[in-house]
């Protein structure tokens, strides 16, 4: 087994874990480690230099590790750049501290197509940048630094009018006429392989996605710069997100979106985002029930959350449901900050969201404190009326916002119950509102420094 992967998972103490918390330590036992032969694969051995291009180094070091029954292949201090790279099972990607990988910022070199997902939908599209599918034993690791080279002349101008990018306008080509084609090929049941969204389509890829694969590691790189989405493990098991920076201000510049993955830890990480820090999905509409895998027993602990949409999210691609989320020991602030805990989805996403428990959250400054929204973008357009019941927050504190609460739920469908406890807001511009709530509980909850009581 490679150095990096020796170490053994840390285990919480029992009496920490009682009552549906209890449920922690069941989750992390099941979550295996990658198994990764003791061998190694240095670039530099296979032809990489630091110049223009060092794609052919890392396909060749990477087919080299494949034939061999796999392993470590290493990437040494320097600077290094490459198209997309794809692993194989029983292989780990490892950043020496002092490298950087940066990625060429050429659409034509992210094809042919591969088989992804992109907001929740799945497809023939780019190919993300680091990309794996259908593998067994895969890693990301190291102390260097991964660049997904996107910025306001590449990648990102492809959203269309992007106040992140003051250039950034709808005059050129955008993602909007294959968005909504996408859309209406998942609604009609297109076949995947015939959903191809590559060339001239504009759907920028996520710059990690490990699909269907089980036994996954993400630890300790730096990942800047992406198109999309940083991080994205779609169908996956056993995957563990650990010291990890994610630093990307693009649009749709999501931290890590577990999407239908089951026994997930992420944990000792630094999110700084354009968008969500961490958003737990299931797949959108019609693609989301057809596929209606949930994303369950996730684990999220001592990270911290600086910019973004959202501190914890969870959707809006949520089709699929959501059960069984445990967030623990996490500091949130940024004036940048747009919410502390989400929840998003409408009556054409459904869903059914059970079971998250939220406890011991430090939120220094953010907009609204806690969010349930079933009117997200379609809102109250759609038969799929969203389930969310059994949400507990508690030991919550919260210096300064916005809002404290914007809970909104359906007449017809309320959430059910939702519970805070032993929280408190110190200072709030407003209490927000809470609508359609059944089996609401409030217990030893202040906001600006008064006791709480719903009305």
């Known amino acids: 087994m490679a150095p990096s992967l020796s170490h053994a998972m840390s285990r919480p103490t029992p009496q920490d874990y009682t009552g549906p918390w209890a449920a922690v330590p069941k989750i992390l036992d099941t979550i295996q480690l990658p198994r990764i032969p003791a061998r190694e694969f240095d670039i530099r051995d296979f032809g990489a230099t630091g110049g223009e291009d060092d794609s052919g180094a890392f396909t060749a070091a990477l087919r080299a590790c494949r034939a061999a029954g796999g392993g470590r292949v290493v990437v040494p201090p320097g600077q290094y750049r490459s198209g997309p790279i794809h692993l194989g099972s029983n292989t780990e990607l490892h950043l020496r501290e002092g490298a950087v990988l940066s990625f060429i910022p050429d659409p034509d070199r992210y094809l042919p197509p591969v088989k992804t997902r992109w907001e929740g939908m799945e497809l023939m599209g780019y190919s993300p940048l680091i990309y794996a599918h259908g593998c067994e034993n895969v890693a990301l690791t190291g102390r260097g630094r991964i660049d997904g080279g996107a910025d306001c002349d590449t990648w990102w101008p492809w959203k269309g009018l992007n106040t992140k990018c003051a250039q950034s306008s709808d005059a050129g080509p955008t993602q909007h006429a294959a968005r909504k084609a996408l859309f209406e090929d998942a609604e009609r049941g297109v076949p995947v392989a015939e959903r191809v969204y590559a060339d001239g389509s504009y759907l920028r890829p996520p710059l990690v996605q490990f699909y269907a694969c089980r036994n996954v590691l993400i630890e300790g790189v ?56 961490i958003a737990i999905k299931s797949g959108r509409n019609a693609d989301g029930r057809r596929l209606a895998v949930p994303s369950e027993n996730i684990v999220i602990r001592d990270c911290r959350m600086r910019d973004g949409h959202g501190g914890l999210v969870l959707g809006s691609e949520i089709s699929g449901g959501v059960r069984n989320v445990f967030l623990e020991n996490c500091t949130m602030s940024s004036p940048n900050l747009e919410r502390g805990l989400r929840i998003k989805t409408n009556a054409m996403r459904g869903g059914e969201i059970q079971h998250v428990y939220v406890r011991n959250v430090s939120i220094g400054q953010v907009k609204d404190v806690i969010v349930i929204n079933f009117f997200y973008e379609e809102g109250d357009r759609g038969p799929y009326d969203p ?23 359906f007449e017809r469908a309320p ?41």
Do not use: M, Y
């Not at 000792?268 to 968008?275: A, E, T």
């Not at 389930?387 to 739920?409: K, W």
């Not at 805070?420 to 030893?444: H, M, N, P």
């Open 222 to 277: 730096t990942l800047e710069n992406a198109p999309f989405w940083v991080l994205h493990p779609v169908l996956c098991e056993s995957v563990t997100v650990r010291g990890i920076t994610a630093r990307s201000h693009g649009p749709n510049s999501d931290g890590c979106d577990p999407e239908s993955c089951r026994n997930v830890l992420i944990e000792n990480c630094l999110f700084d985002n354009g968008d969500d820090c």
């Open 387 to 409: 389930d969310v019941h059994d949400i507990f927050v508690e030991n919550l504190h919260c210096e300064r916002a916005q809002r404290a609460f914007h809970i909104r739920g």
């Open 415 to 455: 959430i059910r119950g939702l519970h805070v406890a032993r929280s408190d807001i110190l200072r709030a511009e407003s209490v927000g509102v809470i609508e359609q709530v059944s089996g609401l509980t409030v217990s030893a909850v202040t906001i600006n420094g008064e006791l709480f009581k719903p009305k």
